[in-house]
């Protein structure tokens, strides 16, 4: 993974002509970030990067990322015990609206707190204390929603602490980590997140033995801990002195957490087989991620982006709408391919589109906007279901393949999958727009991209 050394400028404030010279400097692998400065949002080392210290970042990322993503990417558990007959939380059985919120609200402040991190970022220096607040405050978030007894309760605890938590431990090493890589930055920032995939896999089977054997209370403190614990080492490595993010978000957030309830009701499957597919579409976005950042550096990121978006609204359309088991199965896959492939690129996007040095104001941004899309998605996808039992109300086949005599749950279901492929479609249309207008304002229009 090859670094790039960018003009020497200030360091806490002062110009360091030499220190890098030192011969006696100790290699402290928490020092490198003290070689970057963040004035006016602009990047610059005072000397190359170790590849230790990008070992240890990808490695840092990965591990937080498995958290934060991966626990995103589980809710859809979360809701469908919520909104089962088993919920502690009473108010709660059967609202898929009102409780995909909490889950929305959560991983909706996780982009969008961007908007406040980013500045924040470029204005403190103790950016590892930032961060290991973020972790606290996102597992206080987890182990206080195990005592709610009402749906408020988790909207202050899951939903409001924990998604501001998971924004100061994501965006401080998510910010500074594209600048550490150049021509290997697609390979690098796809390694970071597809520990979100990883996570998802892992999280989806763990939370579910939880709940089977614990129970939900004793699922969310376990989870708590968890991440604290992983956030110590983490926190260690972090050390500094549009429309279409808003459409892709909206839309890549309801199947994640629609696919569990839809094996649930639909296919009158176990809950544990719900949480199967969830720990299924992880495991395979994970992969994809790598393969997407390797397939970019090659093909260019902004055509590995458009394929991505396109693929995704096709794979909603041809493999979800009125799917019979088989076939959700075969979008349960293909929808983990597709979808992984934007998430893990748009980082390296927003650097190939408007420079390195606009990166974290542009990145921001873009998460903000991405946020509010995933406050909206799934909530609206919530309200297109309606409430409704959990017994299914289709034979237990699964294998109907026409919307004649089928049930109105999943007539329903059919409606949000519509709503979905439509988000998403538009998403990539809007992303094939800003190819375009990339390539008009840098004069010529280029293949790879």
Not at 151 to 164: F, K, M, N, P, R
Not at 226 to 244: C, D, E, T, Y
Request: proline share 3%; hydrophobic share 45%.
């Amino acid at each position: 993974m090859n670094s790039r050394a960018l003009p020497m400028t200030r360091v806490n404030g002062h110009t360091d002509a030499n220190s890098h010279n030192d011969p006696g400097a100790a290699p402290e692998i928490v020092s490198e970030l003290n070689d970057i400065d963040l004035v006016e949002g602009r990047q610059h080392f005072t000397k190359p990067p170790t590849k230790t210290y990008q070992a240890m970042l990808l490695l840092a990322g990965s591990m937080m990322i498995f958290h934060v993503i991966g626990i995103n990417q589980v809710f859809g558990i979360f809701q469908e015990f919520y909104t089962s007959s088993r919920s502690n939380i009473k108010d709660a059985q059967g609202q898929d609206a009102l409780v995909s919120l909490v889950g929305s609200i959560g991983a909706g402040l996780t982009w969008s707190g961007s908007i406040f991190m980013n500045p924040l970022i470029a204005r403190i220096d103790n950016i590892k204390l930032v961060t290991f607040s973020g972790a606290f405050i996102m597992s206080l978030g987890l182990i206080l929603a195990s005592f709610a007894t009402r749906i408020w309760h988790l909207y202050l605890t899951q939903a409001l602490l924990y998604g501001l938590g998971s924004s100061m431990y994501y965006f401080p090493l998510m910010t500074l980590a594209p600048i550490y890589f150049d021509r290997r930055r697609g390979f690098a920032m796809g390694t970071i997140l597809a520990g979100s995939g990883v996570g998802g896999l892992v999280m989806a089977l763990v939370l579910q033995f939880l709940l089977d054997h614990y129970g939900i209370q004793w699922a969310l403190r376990i989870l708590g801990v968890w991440n604290l614990a992983v956030a110590v080492p983490v926190s260690m490595v972090v050390r500094h002195r549009s429309i279409g993010a808003f459409l892709q978000a909206a839309g890549n957030v309801v199947p994640l957490y629609y696919m569990s309830s839809y094996t649930v009701s639909v296919l009158a499957l176990s809950n544990s087989k719900g949480s199967l597919f969830v720990s299924i579409n992880s495991g395979v976005n994970s992969l994809s991620r790598i393969a997407m950042g390797l397939l970019a550096d090659y093909i260019g990121r902004q055509n590995t982006l458009i394929g991505g978006a396109m693929l995704s609204a096709v794979s909603v359309f041809a493999l979800w709408y009125n799917a019979p088991q088989a076939r959700f199965i075969a979008f349960v896959v293909m929808y983990g391919v597709y979808a992984g492939g934007y998430n893990a690129l748009l980082p390296t996007t927003i650097t190939e589109i408007y420079g390195v040095e606009n990166y974290a104001s542009v990145n921001g941004v873009l998460y903000f906007i991405r946020g509010l899309g995933s406050m909206f998605g799934a909530p609206i996808a919530g309200l297109i279901l309606g409430s409704h039992s959990r017994s299914p109300s289709l034979s237990n086949n699964g294998d109907s393949t026409s919307t004649v005599g089928l049930g109105p749950i999943k007539r329903r279901y059919n409606d949000v999958v519509i709503f979905d492929g439509m988000l998403l479609l538009a998403a990539a249309v809007c992303v094939g727009y800003v190819r375009w207008l990339d390539a008009r304002d840098k004069g010529a229009w280029r293949w790879k991209a």
